[in-house]
């Protein structure tokens, strides 16, 4: 029996690598991606079998079309899933972003993705069979002050990801979105490098709260209550690549399931008072990875 093969996205850390390395030990043939070519020649050095690593930037049109295009050499053509993970968070206050940061959030959150499903949809309707996996966020569906940038992009991710899943009924091809709350990763590392990188706190009227932002993207530790390990993902997509029906959305953590029942109950007005607050709290006391 062929061994069925996945692509992922984001491979370097944290949730991708779990996953990568889980679904290889279960016996799917795993194309697993980084950015960076050092990561690339770590996946490779991991010695896992069914486990193979390429190079994928997800802001670059010709490494996204060079990436598929080895993985149809290497399989005749045939892939089975995608996952994208691959992404970051740019925190800061929505009147402190740029054009060009929002872009650049969009570019590697958003626009990477859709380019690259659109490349793999052909294999999977050819073979009337395929599943696209996207890693969303339960900022996908709930806003949070001063992560705007990363809001936006998974709520659009949503949006299409909606949108793609009716466009397929009946292909074959099933579209699920996973929802993580806290989740152990390098989340926010990376947002503290693009947080510097990209934010003037000294000249914004939030410096203040940019100081107690600062304290939580690097605080050492879970970043507060509920975080689980990046398993609790792998055991989601696995039920979304092997269930006969997968659902339309997975959520993962406590915090996922419970503002996704609070969004369904509650009004807008109140529902933004309980966020106001979980915002204050954990700006004080470490806040939120995602």
Same mark, same amino acid.
């Given at each position: 029996?062929?061994?069925?093969?996945?692509?992922?996205?984001?491979?370097?850390?944290?949730?991708?690598?779990?996953?990568?390395?889980?679904?290889?030990?279960?016996?799917?043939?795993?194309?697993?991606?980084?950015?960076?070519?050092?990561?690339?020649?770590?996946?490779?050095?991991?010695?896992?079998?069914?486990?193979?690593?390429?190079?994928?930037?997800?802001?670059?049109?010709?490494?996204?079309? /060079?990436?598929?295009?080895?993985?149809?050499?290497?399989?005749?053509?045939?892939?089975?899933?995608?996952?994208? /993970?691959?992404?970051?968070?740019?925190?800061?206050?929505?009147?402190?972003?740029?054009?060009?940061?929002?872009?650049?959030?969009?570019?590697?959150?958003?626009?990477?993705?859709?380019?690259?499903? /659109?490349?793999?949809?052909?294999?999977?309707?050819?073979?009337?069979?395929?599943?696209? !996996?996207?890693?969303?966020?339960?900022?996908?569906?709930?806003?949070?002050?001063?992560?705007?940038?990363? /809001?936006?992009?998974?709520?659009? %991710?949503?949006?299409?990801?909606?949108?793609?899943?009716?466009?397929?009924?009946?292909?074959? !091809?099933?579209?699920?979105?996973?929802?993580?709350?806290?989740?152990?990763?390098?989340?926010?590392?990376?947002?503290?490098?693009?947080?510097?990188?990209?934010?003037?706190?000294?000249?914004?009227?939030?410096?203040?709260?940019?100081?107690?932002?600062?304290?939580?993207?690097?605080?050492?530790?879970?970043?507060?209550?509920?975080?689980?390990?990046?398993?609790?993902?792998?055991?989601?997509?696995?039920?979304?690549?092997?269930?006969?029906?997968?659902?339309?959305?997975?959520?993962?953590?406590?915090?996922?399931?419970?503002?996704?029942?609070?969004?369904?109950? %509650?009004?807008?007005?109140?529902?933004?008072?309980?966020?106001?607050?979980?915002?204050?709290?954990?700006?004080?006391?470490?806040?939120?990875?995602?």
């Amino acid at each position: 029996m062929e061994r069925r093969s996945i692509l992922i996205t984001g491979c370097s850390s944290g949730i991708g690598l779990c996953v990568a390395r889980g679904l290889a030990r279960r016996g799917y043939r795993v194309f697993a991606t980084a950015r960076r070519k050092a990561d690339v020649e770590m996946l490779a050095g991991l010695g896992i079998d069914n486990l193979e690593s390429l190079q994928l930037d997800l802001d670059d049109s010709f490494s996204i079309l /060079n990436a598929v295009k080895l993985i149809k050499q290497r399989t005749g053509g045939r892939l089975y899933a995608l996952f994208n /993970n691959g992404a970051y968070g740019q925190p800061g206050a929505v009147e402190d972003l740029s054009r060009e940061v929002l872009r650049a959030q969009f570019e590697t959150n958003f626009f990477g993705w859709v380019e690259l499903t /659109n490349l793999v949809l052909p294999l999977m309707r050819a073979q009337g069979e395929g599943r696209i !996996i996207q890693n969303s966020s339960i900022l996908g569906f709930i806003g949070l002050p001063f992560r705007g940038a990363y /809001n936006a992009s998974k709520y659009a %991710l949503e949006g299409i990801s909606d949108t793609l899943r009716l466009e397929l009924h009946g292909t074959g !091809i099933h579209v699920s979105l996973i929802e993580p709350g806290p989740v152990e990763s390098r989340f926010r590392a990376n947002a503290f490098h693009h947080y510097r990188k990209h934010i003037d706190r000294d000249a914004s009227v939030f410096r203040d709260v940019y100081l107690g932002m600062e304290s939580r993207l690097t605080r050492e530790g879970p970043a507060m209550p509920f975080t689980l390990p990046p398993e609790a993902v792998l055991k989601r997509v696995i039920h979304a690549l092997e269930a006969k029906r997968p659902r339309p959305r997975y959520y993962v953590t406590f915090p996922t399931y419970l503002f996704g029942y609070l969004k369904r109950i %509650l009004s807008t007005r109140l529902l933004d008072r309980m966020l106001l607050r979980v915002a204050s709290v954990g700006e004080k006391k470490g806040g939120t990875s995602d």
